[in-house]
């Protein structure tokens, strides 16, 4: 049986104690094989079982120091505890070994943004959103990052791209409100604040780009 295999299985259908059974058995069938112990440490991540999640990750790269996943792994886990100094180094060194996955892209992209280095949090969120183009919690970071960035018309453009497909998405709505606030283009900056609290009435930023752009509006009208 291959254990690996029906451990992660089980983990898909949430059967933890099925998968920790699983994933044991591989272990002790293949104790220097570095992927039992990187899917032992994802299933207690799931389990927010945190520092025994970091020996087993650290296990598996003392039997395999090129163990990409494992590198991710640890880096997700202290991605996950807000020790975002150690997750980008393990994140690093997850692409460094080329592991070349959204998620490894969007946490270390994530990181860096949380340690004041968003100009090199840039392109690692934008690989993000190549990789996982229909992922609407990815594709908005790389939006609101390039805004971040001040590359506000191409912010506006992924936005954009973004609603097409996931017409709901209230951050998006209000975020393409503010691009167009920045452009002086009231009426569709107004118009994308409504869109944004239709979509989430209690909105609180849209409410107050909302009355912020109808007294931008209300004094222009009675300048003129």
Not at 13 to 33: C, M, S, T, V
Not at 134 to 149: K, M, S, T
Not at 183 to 211: I, R, T, V
């Amino acid at each position: 049986m291959d254990h690996i295999k029906s451990g992660i299985e089980a983990l898909q259908k949430q059967d933890l104690e099925g998968a920790a059974k699983h994933f044991n058995l591989a272990i002790e069938e293949n104790p220097n094989d570095p992927v039992g112990y990187v899917n032992f440490g994802n299933l207690l991540m799931r389990m927010n079982e945190l520092e025994k999640a970091e020996r087993f990750f650290q296990r598996a790269i003392e039997l395999d120091n090129k163990a990409a996943t494992a590198y991710y792994g640890l880096g997700s886990m202290y991605y996950t505890g807000e020790m975002y100094e150690k997750a980008i180094q393990q994140l690093m060194e997850a692409v460094r070994l080329g592991l070349d996955e959204g998620d490894v892209h969007y946490l270390l992209g994530m990181s860096l943004q949380q340690t004041g280095q968003e100009k090199l949090a840039l392109p690692y969120l934008q690989r993000a959103a190549e990789l996982e183009d229909r992922d609407a919690a990815i594709v908005f970071q790389y939006g609101l990052a390039l805004a971040n960035a001040g590359e506000v018309d191409t912010a506006q453009k992924v936005l954009l791209d973004l609603l097409e497909w996931s017409p709901k998405h209230s951050d998006a709505l209000y975020n393409v409100g503010v691009a167009y606030l920045y452009q002086q283009q009231f009426e569709k900056a107004l118009a994308y604040m409504d869109k944004a609290l239709e979509a989430q009435p209690d909105h609180e930023m849209a409410m107050h780009g909302k009355a912020q752009i109808e007294l931008i509006m209300e004094q222009i009208e009675n300048e003129e």
